[in-house]
């Protein structure tokens, strides 16, 4: 048989292959919600700063005496602080982040954390992730909101992770979510060699086992995906034209893989980007400086891509790190594993400034800060009011949004 | 952040995994007496193995169920596998270094002042040392672990051991050693078809527990209730059979069970009778100054408790979602039994839900029995150490549990994301030009040229024949050339080749994720 009848043969490959462009319009022109006009076709970016960033480096009470008491080797000379107002400042590296701050478009949340905090990198992460500080959650808080937006199923792309693992915030019931490290490299290595898809095709659609899985249709379902996912992807932001220089850092390529979906118009909501890794107990400074300068040319190249493509208006990015760090600095220049920290809302719906409380350094627990703003009161600002979403049943509680965005 | 936790992406989910059809609770349990064959004895190994090469599926195949089932229930002598993995002891503290760091912590460092910058430097030039040393301890476990499993003659063994390592969860998370988490892993093995009651009681002894669950600091002065939570939420009886009163008061029983860190790593259980509450407790309704030995035989007369375990023997060797008629069936046969797995898992394992219509192919494939299985199948002894990374991206670390549930297994294994990389191990499996050579099962079809008789080989050995004619016939068609070179035009590289990659295309059918 010739390769065209297989093809012609595997409906459940192909058929979807050829529809992607209805699908991908239909999920763009799926109805905005009540009072959102054209939330329909916005993104989250999640930007995870994995160790935990220090909070008091990043954003720096240099207007509170404290802070030099307690980081005498580390701290920011008052001098070198990209002033917010006559209390915090930004870290000097964040200058490209700070002209964003200027014009606006950054919100930032002081003092974000969570009752009982937990020290580990892992159960932190998993609280974060999961948005539950009490026991253990089987979905993560993003595919929660995947499973109760109800976003066109046939779309593979609702929701990507730019990472090489599936992280947790988007494990969901109904939603497969793929996870994208690079283009390059992303799929079956075996596709670059021989031609193996008709014969892929052909396994997941046949339902005709002589067996029966309650697993069985689910599995293939899956495999499916993956093997479209990964055939499609590249070919459907081929034509994308990148209109920013990006750090040649994990994350600049990241970011620009992000702008370039969020470009591609695939219907998708929300990506999931990492950075790090934070974990700065030993001479903090050199590992902590270059990762937020990263962040802050990779966050200033990104909306500068996307704005070239009008399309800076309709992505939120938010970052967050699963703790602080601890207030007085250790003995090897470093900081441990510490409490709240802020959060950082950038771009589309921001209404930027200073919200919720620095906290106290004067009212430690036990050599950490005390949380003043609870990091789902955050999620819930960003489900209610960016996704347009009802935020109760996807944090575990009601939290009222924050007015940092419109 | 090492791991990243990798549980369910799901689509067309079901709301339950119970599988279809009828389920006929008076045969249930009854040994099994229908016809005996590959397919079924493939069954058995994968259930209770992790799947075994061909030759052990023959092996089985050729013997009565019944058989079958003694032989994996029965362990064969494992002295030929190595007992223990290589670890280097762990370093060394400095003189002094604690006294130092104990006069430090007891003065505090005042802010602004720097701490004594000796001491600090040389507690953490230490606790690095130790990490790293820990850390090439974990990967010479994980190594050693998955080498025993693939290479051992009795796989219900280290099965069960996997099946306790999930249910009764420690980690490195907390500080515990290599070594300790070694000794928790021998437990598991040498209680594998032993007394459950008894191997939760050595649980409630053993240091990588005491140190997860921190009943290493529950002393009188501060009870602390993780471990009497966790105890009865996860290990013995579920929510709904326990109050938090009951907590409260098993807790007070647990104070002062702790242990002590030996030079070679391991620990050793220390009942300090100073640190441990004599007063009355009264837990699940009986009243008496209890230990935490008292506690556990009071959690094993409640009615729960083999209910418990017969939902989790039932989840891992049968099926999902198990009927509630089912498991109290299982839970009155380890209660007539007093808890002794071997003659529960030896009912089991020969009944006739075991091999029923209903469980065949009922599960998912965790990563490990992938794996595992990929091996045996193959014939490849060896893992390498990318393997290691390999699991972790499919959401499995052995000796690190995502947390205290252990992992959800089912649906929870699959998404894009794992199933990519199930699929390129499998690929690189089958790109080693050594893989026919050491999977001689595959020699003879592959000299016949024939297409079709390689087709058949690798379908019936793999998958028990558990394929649709139309993805036999896209095999046949690959293997064919696809009008482009036939079989027997090929050099014998190139047939070698093309044989390799049908086998990839064969393990890359849905049933092959199955177990």
Same mark, same amino acid.
């Given at each position: 048989?010739?390769?065209?009848?297989?093809?012609?043969?595997?409906?459940?490959?192909?058929?979807?292959?050829?529809?992607t462009?209805?699908?991908?319009?239909?999920?763009?022109?799926?109805?905005?919600?009540?009072?959102?006009p054209?939330?329909?076709?916005?993104?989250?970016?999640?930007?995870?700063?994995?160790?935990?960033?220090?909070?008091?480096?990043?954003?720096?009470?240099?207007?509170?005496?404290?802070?030099?008491?307690?980081?005498?080797?580390?701290?920011?000379?008052?001098?070198?602080?990209?002033?917010?107002?006559?209390?915090?400042?930004?870290?000097?590296?964040?200058?490209?982040?700070?002209?964003?701050?200027?014009?606006?478009?950054?919100?930032?949340?002081?003092?974000?954390?969570?009752?009982?905090?937990?020290?580990?990198?892992?159960?932190?992460?998993?609280?974060?992730?999961?948005?539950?500080?009490?026991?253990?959650?089987?979905?993560?808080?993003?595919?929660?909101?995947?499973?109760?937006?109800?976003?066109?199923?046939?779309?593979?792309?609702?929701?990507?992770?730019?990472?090489?693992?599936?992280?947790?915030?988007?494990?969901?019931?109904?939603?497969?979510?793929?996870?994208?490290?690079?283009?390059?490299?992303?799929g079956?290595?075996?596709?670059?060699?021989?031609?193996?898809?008709?014969?892929?095709?052909?396994?997941v659609?046949?339902?005709?086992?002589?067996?029966?899985?309650?697993?069985?249709?689910?599995?293939a379902?899956?495999?499916?995906?993956?093997?479209?996912?990964?055939?499609?992807?590249?070919?459907?932001?081929?034509?994308?034209?990148?209109?920013?220089?990006?750090?040649?850092?994990?994350?600049?390529?990241?970011?620009?893989?992000?702008?370039q979906?969020?470009?591609?118009?695939?219907?998708?909501?929300?990506?999931?980007?990492?950075?790090?890794?934070?974990?700065?107990?030993?001479?903090?400074?050199?590992t902590?400086?270059?990762?937020?300068?990263?962040?802050?040319?990779?966050?200033?190249?990104?909306?500068?891509?996307?704005?070239?493509?009008?399309?800076?208006?309709?992505?939120?990015?938010?970052?967050?790190?699963?703790?602080?760090?601890?207030?007085?600095?250790?003995?090897?220049?470093?900081?441990?594993?510490?409490?709240?920290?802020?959060?950082?809302?950038?771009?589309?719906?921001?209404?930027?400034g200073?919200?919720?409380?620095?906290?106290d350094?004067?009212?430690?627990?036990?050599?950490?800060?005390?949380?003043?703003?609870?990091?789902?009161q955050?999620?819930?600002?960003?489900?209610?009011?960016?996704?347009?979403?009802?935020?109760?049943?996807?944090?575990?509680?009601?939290?009222?949004?924050?007015?940092?965005?419109? | 952040?090492?791991?990243?936790?990798?549980?369910?992406?799901?689509?067309?989910?079901?709301?339950?995994? &119970?599988?279809?059809?009828?389920?006929?609770?008076?045969?249930?349990?009854?040994?099994?007496a229908?016809?005996?064959?590959?397919?079924?004895?493939?069954?058995?190994?994968?259930?209770?193995?992790?799947?075994?090469?061909?030759?052990?599926?023959?092996?089985?195949?050729?013997?009565?169920?019944?058989a079958?089932?003694?032989?994996?229930? &029965?362990?064969?002598?494992?002295?030929?596998?190595?007992?223990?993995?290589q670890?280097?002891?762990?370093?060394?503290?400095?003189?002094g270094?604690? &006294?130092?760091?104990? &006069?430090?912590?007891?003065?505090?460092? #005042?802010?602004?002042?720097?701490?004594?910058?000796?001491?600090?430097?040389?507690?953490?030039?230490?606790?690095?040392?130790?990490?790293?040393?820990?850390?090439?301890?974990?990967?010479?476990?994980?190594q050693?672990?998955?080498?025993?499993?693939?290479?051992?003659?009795?796989p219900?063994?280290?099965?069960?051991?996997?099946?306790?390592?999930?249910?009764?969860?420690?980690?490195?998370?907390?500080?515990?050693?290599?070594?300790?988490?070694?000794?928790?892993?021998?437990?598991?093995?040498?209680?594998?078809?032993?007394?459950?009651?008894?191997?939760?009681?050595?649980?409630?002894?053993?240091?990588?527990?005491?140190?997860?669950l921190?009943?290493? $600091?529950? $002393?009188?002065?501060?009870?602390?209730?993780?471990?009497?939570?966790?105890?009865?939420e996860l290990?013995?009886?579920?929510?709904g059979?326990?109050?938090?009163?009951d907590?409260?008061?098993?807790a007070?029983a647990?104070?002062?069970?702790?242990?002590?860190?030996?030079?070679?790593?391991?620990?050793?259980?220390?009942?300090?009778?100073?640190?441990?509450?004599?007063?009355?407790?009264?837990?699940?309704?009986?009243?008496?100054?209890?230990?935490? #030995?008292?506690?556990?035989?009071?959690?094993?007369r409640?009615?729960?408790?083999?209910?418990?375990?017969?939902?989790?023997?039932?989840?891992?060797?049968?099926?999902?979602?198990?009927?509630?008629?089912?498991?109290?069936?299982?839970?009155?046969?380890?209660?007539?039994?007093?808890?002794?797995?071997k003659?529960?898992?030896?009912?089991?394992?020969?009944?006739?839900?075991?091999?029923?219509?209903?469980?065949?192919?009922?599960?998912?494939?965790?990563?490990?029995?992938?794996?595992?299985?990929?091996?045996?199948?193959?014939?490849?002894?060896?893992?390498?150490?990318?393997?290691?990374?390999?699991?972790?991206?499919?959401?499995? $670390?052995?000796?690190?549990?995502?947390n205290?549930?252990?992992?959800?297994?089912?649906? #929870?294994?699959?998404?894009?994301?794992?199933?990519?990389?199930?699929?390129?191990?499998?690929?690189?499996?089958?790109?080693?030009?050594?893989?026919?050579?050491?999977?001689?099962?595959?020699?003879?079809?592959m000299r016949?040229?024939?297409?079709?008789?390689?087709?058949?080989?690798?379908?019936?050995?793999?998958?028990q024949?558990?394929?649709?004619?139309?993805?036999?016939?896209?095999?046949?068609?690959?293997?064919?050339?696809?009008?482009?070179?036939?079989?027997?035009?090929?050099?014998?590289?190139?047939v070698?080749?093309?044989?390799?990659?049908?086998?990839?295309?064969?393990? #890359?059918?849905?049933?092959?994720?199955?177990?």
């Open positions: 048989m010739k390769r065209s009848g297989f093809l012609l043969g595997a409906l459940s490959g192909l058929a979807v292959v050829a529809n462009e209805t699908i991908f319009s239909q999920a763009l022109a799926q109805a905005p919600l009540p009072g959102l054209g939330s329909s076709d916005r993104v989250l970016v999640v930007i995870n700063f994995q160790g935990g960033n220090d909070g008091l480096n990043t954003v720096v009470p240099f207007g509170m005496q404290d802070y030099y008491r307690y980081r005498p080797s580390i701290g920011i000379a008052p001098n070198d602080v990209l002033r917010i107002d006559d209390t915090v400042g930004l870290n000097p590296v964040l200058a490209p982040f700070k002209k964003l701050y200027d014009g606006g478009s950054v919100a930032i949340v002081q003092g974000v954390g969570y009752p009982d905090p937990d020290h580990s990198h892992f159960r932190s992460t998993e609280i974060w992730q999961t948005a539950q500080p009490k026991g253990y959650e089987s979905t993560g808080w993003l595919g929660r909101y995947l499973d109760e937006a109800q976003l066109p199923k046939q779309n593979l792309f609702n929701a990507v992770a730019i990472s090489n693992v599936l992280p947790e915030a988007l494990i969901s019931k109904t939603t497969d979510v793929p996870a994208v490290d690079a283009l390059r490299g992303y079956l290595q075996s596709d670059k060699r021989s031609g193996n898809r008709e014969a892929f095709h052909e396994f659609s046949d339902k005709t086992v002589p067996f029966r899985s309650p697993f069985l249709a689910q599995v379902e899956i495999e499916d995906h993956a093997q479209r996912g990964a055939e499609e992807l590249p070919k459907l932001v081929a034509g994308y034209k990148q209109q920013a220089t990006y750090p040649a850092t994990p994350l600049g390529r990241s970011l620009a893989l992000a702008a979906i969020v470009g591609s118009k695939l219907g998708t909501r929300v990506l999931y980007v990492q950075h790090g890794s934070f974990d700065t107990h030993v001479t903090q400074k050199a902590q400086d270059r990762l937020l300068a990263d962040f802050a040319n990779a966050i200033s190249a990104f909306y500068q891509d996307l704005a070239a493509h009008g399309n800076d208006k309709r992505v939120l990015t938010m970052t967050f790190s699963e703790f602080g760090r601890r207030v007085p600095e250790n003995a090897s220049r470093g900081t441990d594993h510490g409490e709240a920290a802020p959060v950082f809302l950038i771009g589309g719906g921001v209404k930027g200073l919200y919720g409380q620095h906290p350094l004067n009212r430690l627990n036990a050599g950490n800060l005390a949380f003043t703003t609870d990091f789902r955050v999620y819930a600002t960003v489900l209610e009011r960016w996704l347009g979403r009802p935020s109760a049943a996807i944090v575990g509680g009601t939290f009222s949004p924050l007015t940092a965005l419109t | 952040m090492r791991y990243h936790r990798i549980v369910a992406a799901q689509t067309t989910a079901p709301i339950s995994y &119970r599988p279809a059809g009828a389920f006929d609770a008076p045969a249930a349990l009854l040994p099994y229908g016809p005996w064959n590959r397919r079924l004895a493939a069954h058995l190994l994968r259930r209770a193995g992790f799947g075994g090469s061909p030759a052990d599926v023959d092996r089985f195949a050729s013997m009565s169920a019944s079958a089932v003694d032989a994996l229930i &029965r362990f064969p002598d494992t002295s030929a596998l190595p007992a223990r993995p670890l280097e002891d762990p370093p060394v503290p400095p003189a270094l604690y &006294r130092g760091l104990m &006069r430090q912590n007891a003065q505090g460092v #005042a802010p602004g002042m720097a701490a004594d910058q000796t001491t600090t430097d040389a507690r953490r030039a230490f606790a690095m040392a130790r990490n790293q040393n820990r850390r090439r301890n974990l990967i010479a476990m994980q050693w672990w998955l080498g025993r499993m693939i290479a051992t003659p009795a219900l063994q280290e099965k069960m051991t996997l099946l306790w390592h999930g249910h009764f969860t420690s980690s490195p998370e907390k500080g515990t050693t290599a070594q300790e988490l070694l000794m928790q892993n021998q437990l598991f093995r040498e209680y594998a078809l032993g007394n459950v009651r008894d191997l939760t009681l050595h649980v409630s002894q053993d240091p990588a527990m005491l140190r997860y921190d009943n290493n $600091v529950n $002393v009188q002065a501060h009870p602390n209730e993780n471990y009497a939570r966790e105890l009865m290990f013995t009886l579920g929510i059979n326990y109050t938090e009163q907590i409260r008061e098993s007070r647990f104070t002062g069970w702790t242990f002590r860190r030996n030079p070679d790593g391991t620990g050793s259980f220390v009942d300090n009778r100073r640190q441990h509450d004599d007063g009355s407790k009264t837990f699940l309704g009986q009243t008496g100054n209890f230990n935490g #030995a008292d506690i556990v035989d009071i959690i094993f409640q009615p729960a408790a083999p209910r418990w375990f017969a939902k989790k023997l039932l989840s891992f060797f049968v099926y999902m979602d198990p009927e509630p008629q089912l498991v109290d069936q299982v839970a009155a046969l380890i209660r007539k039994n007093d808890f002794e797995m003659p529960v898992l030896s009912a089991l394992l020969r009944s006739n839900v075991f091999f029923s219509d209903r469980a065949y192919r009922a599960l998912v494939k965790s990563p490990v029995e992938f794996v595992v299985g990929t091996h045996q199948l193959f014939g490849i002894s060896e893992v390498a150490p990318v393997e290691l990374a390999t699991l972790r991206a499919m959401g499995q $670390v052995l000796f690190y549990p995502p205290v549930k252990g992992w959800d297994g089912g649906a #929870a294994w699959v998404n894009s994301a794992t199933i990519l990389t199930r699929e390129n191990f499998a690929n690189a499996v089958a790109q080693n030009p050594k893989m026919t050579q050491a999977a001689s099962w595959i020699a003879p079809a016949s040229m024939d297409p079709h008789g390689v087709a058949k080989t690798l379908t019936d050995t793999m998958l024949g558990d394929v649709s004619p139309a993805s036999v016939a896209q095999l046949v068609a690959y293997l064919g050339g696809r009008g482009q070179a036939e079989l027997s035009q090929l050099s014998p590289e190139n070698d080749e093309r044989v390799r990659n049908a086998a990839y295309l064969t393990m #890359a059918m849905p049933a092959y994720q199955l177990a």
